[in-house]
C-alpha cells in the first residue's frame, strides 16, 4: 500500500485502529493528505511520525555538494589562467 500510494516503503506500526507511519520530514505534509482516505478505505486513524533522513543519504549529499564546490574552484582557476596569459 505505502509503494503504491506514496512510492516508497515506509516502516509503520498498527495498534488498536492506528496504523503509524514513520516517514523522512520532506514527505511528512504530503503523507498526512492521505488521512480521511486510510480512514474510509482501510478504517484506520493514520498517524505520521517523522524521522531522520538515513545519514548515508546525508553524506553522499555532502560529498555531491564538495565535489561541485571543488570543480567550481577548478572552473574558476582555470579562467584565470587564461586571462593572465
Do not use: R, Y
Request: charged share 55%; no cysteine; aromatic share 10%.
Amino acid at each position: 500500500m505505502n509503494d503504491f500510494l506514496f512510492k516508497k516503503d515506509f516502516k509503520f506500526e498498527v495498534k488498536d485502529k492506528k496504523i503509524t507511519l514513520h516517514v523522512e520530514k520532506p514527505m511528512l505534509q504530503f503523507v498526512e493528505l492521505f488521512k480521511d482516505k486510510f480512514k474510509d478505505i482501510f478504517g484506520l486513524e493514520l498517524g505520521v511520525k517523522e524521522i531522520e533522513e538515513k545519514s548515508d543519504k546525508k553524506e553522499a549529499e555532502k560529498k555531491t555538494e564538495e565535489k561541485e564546490e571543488k570543480s567550481e574552484g577548478k572552473v574558476e582557476e582555470k579562467k584565470d589562467n587564461s586571462v593572465k596569459q
